[in-house]
């Protein structure tokens, strides 16, 4: 079992389920005229396409049929059918589609860059030959800061960089690996490991305070042992679940909230949210019907048990109708997921984000402690 694990666990780095997504209808676009600037880290889920432009493997990379036939009709590197989260918060806020941080040609910077990439992990040595560990997504975001002050001067500069908000996934690599290497990992063991990549993830974000971010939002870690790929490597059945990976994102969801708490009395003007993706998605896994959809457990492009891997390629199976799945491929949403999911994210309640809704955190003045966070229950 342990060597079949070890085979296959490279295409979990491409995993780390996310629905958090803004949609792109007018009732929820932005009244106010503010310049807004959204800087964007994190893994495949947040990936526009940076890895068609690195070095690796077809296992991470979405540059091919089926991924993207439901909006762009055709690939663009995207870990999806349609939109990501980048995409419908774009919109919303009225500034243009995200281009790869590392597509060649000149890019404007003002609305903010796209950093993401499939694979990318909190720790380097759980990133993958390639790609782009959360390390070196920070070094980009330092070159842009700096080419924002040669350009701007310094106090435009640092206007737009403490505005912006800094949107984070990043964490469920490192996880999805460190379950496929130690199948049986003492408690002591993950809560060591949990206590690493947290430790990375604050570094990580002092230094974006650093060089002047202010307001953060951090996705949480989803059900990662409920994922299709999940559920095929460990040869699950019926509508049962990895447990080890979900006691670990459990862990790893507690330490978060913990950590960016005291970040919060130690960093003056220090704003953020957290999504607490991990039960909002799995109702929507366990109860599909309640939500619309027909299903919960496969995914709609794949091949093997539940569709679990290897989307788009040979031999592979594609359903009709991506919107009535919850899964595009063996660890993404479908762009019909990531929308319906969206108000609650971006209006906010007590059980989707705290202590701010998106809104409420893209329209935030730092330093405000006045600012109300008033809910509005879905």
């Known amino acids: ?126 990133s993958y030959t390639g790609t782009i560990p959360f390390s070196e997504q920070i070094s980009y975001l330092e070159d842009v800061a700096s080419l924002l002050k040669q350009q701007l001067g310094d106090e435009k500069a640092q206007k737009i960089l403490k505005e912006a908000v800094y949107l984070c996934s990043i964490g469920g690599i490192d996880y999805l690996t460190f379950s496929g290497t130690y199948l049986n990992a003492t408690e002591t063991e993950e809560e060591e490991f949990v206590n690493m990549v947290i430790g990375n993830i604050t570094d990580g974000i002092k230094k974006i305070y650093a060089i002047g971010g202010r307001k ?47 970040l919060e009395t130690r960093l003056p003007a220090f704003k953020y949210l957290i999504y607490d993706y991990y039960n909002l998605p799995l109702d929507r896994i366990e109860n599909p019907s309640e939500y619309g959809f027909t299903e919960g457990i496969s995914a709609c492009c794949g091949n093997g048990t539940f569709r679990g891997s290897d989307c788009g390629i040979e031999p592979y199976e594609l359903c009709s109708e991506p919107s009535e799945y919850v899964w595009f491929d063996g660890g993404h949403p479908t762009e019909h997921a990531y929308e319906q999911l969206a108000r609650v994210v971006w209006e906010g309640g007590p059980n989707a984000t705290k202590p701010y809704n998106m809104k409420q955190l893209f329209d935030l003045e730092v330093g405000d402690e006045s600012t109300s966070k008033s809910w509005s229950i879905i």
């Open 1 to 126: 079992m342990s060597n079949i694990i070890g085979f296959h666990f490279h295409v979990l780095i491409l995993l780390a389920c996310s629905f958090l997504v803004v949609p792109a209808s007018s009732d929820y676009r932005s009244q106010s005229n503010k310049q807004y600037a959204l800087f964007i880290l994190g893994d495949s889920v947040f990936d526009p396409g940076n890895n068609n432009f690195r070095n690796v493997t077809i296992d991470f990379k979405a540059d091919f049929w089926p991924y993207g036939e439901t909006f762009f009709n055709f690939s663009t590197g995207r870990f999806t059918n349609g939109r990501i989260l980048p995409d419908f918060l774009s919109m919303n806020l009225k500034i243009p589609l995200w281009k790869p941080y590392l597509a060649p040609g000149k890019q404007n910077f003002l609305h903010g860059a796209n950093f993401a990439g499939g694979g990318a992990a909190a720790l380097d040595e759980y």
């Open 216 to 262: 953060f939002a951090f996705q949480n870690v989803g059900p990662l042992g409920c994922m299709p790929i999940v559920r095929k490597l460990f040869a699950l059945t019926n509508d049962s679940c990895y447990e080890d990976l979900l006691n670990i994102a459990a862990l790893h969801n507690e330490a978060l909230a913990s950590a960016i708490e005291e």
